[in-house]
């Protein structure tokens, strides 16, 4: 069982609908991340939080913006996106953005744009 | 630039040991790490190395070579389930993980 959880698990929705991806950790970790996999590709990062502030923005669209309400909490806000969005976004932790330390990854949201 | 290559696929039989090797040119280096990742699911974290050796974990063993830019994941006792795709990262000096494109095993009965 994976210790960052992931909601939902699979999402469907149109090029003008707005929704949010979520995730939660309670290992104490204290940096997050947000990663955008698509098939057979490795992940690629899309942002970093350190201590709930955002620490790497990898010049992502503003299409997506990113939400840190606390330490256990990632939110990830849609709008707008484009079929080209569809992918499987993974989120994981570690226990600092400073640490040699493995991340820790959610079972993933495989999200697909209409 | 920063370049991590790893073979595409990789096929091996049940019961078997498999190496999956990984070469990187990296800016900065502060650990290697080997993850495991089954079609349609989130890659889950099986071994890292920091210092040159090898790091014993079960039937997953990793190795690393600084001087060569050079690590390998040894799998033994190769199971079915083992079948997945094997991503090798590098954190770089800024402690970003840098991927490889990952090495497809199969494993045959």
């Known amino acids: 069982d994976t210790e960052v959880t992931q909601t939902p698990k699979h999402l469907v929705m149109g090029m003008t609908n707005k929704k949010s991806l979520k995730c939660e950790q309670h290992?104490?970790?204290?940096?997050m991340y947000w990663y955008k996999q698509k098939a057979k590709k490795p992940p690629e990062l899309m942002f970093v939080?350190?201590?709930?502030?955002?620490?790497i923005n990898e010049s992502v669209p503003s299409r997506f913006s990113p939400e840190c309400p606390n330490s256990s909490l990632l939110n990830l806000h849609l709008h707008a996106l484009q079929p080209e969005d569809s992918a499987l976004y993974l989120c994981?932790?570690?226990?600092?953005?400073?640490?040699?330390?493995?991340?820790?990854f959610g079972d993933g949201t495989r999200l697909s744009i209409l | 630039g920063q370049n991590i290559d790893q073979p595409t696929e990789m096929t091996a039989t049940e019961g078997a040991i498999v190496q999956i090797n990984c070469t990187y040119q990296t800016s900065g280096f502060n650990g290697l790490f080997w993850y495991q990742q089954h079609a349609g699911e989130a890659p889950t974290f099986l071994s890292y190395n920091v210092l040159d050796g090898l790091e014993e974990k079960g039937r997953f063993s990793s190795f690393l070579s600084r001087s060569k830019g050079y690590s390998y994941l040894l799998l033994k006792e190769l199971q079915m389930k083992d079948s997945a795709s094997y991503l090798c990262a590098v954190m770089d000096s800024n402690y970003q993980l840098i991927w490889g494109a990952g090495t497809k095993l199969i494993i045959k009965p």
């Open positions: 994981a932790s570690s226990p600092g953005t400073g640490d040699v330390q493995p991340q820790h």
């Open positions: 939080y350190s201590y709930e502030k955002l620490s």
């Open positions: 290992m104490g970790h204290r940096a």
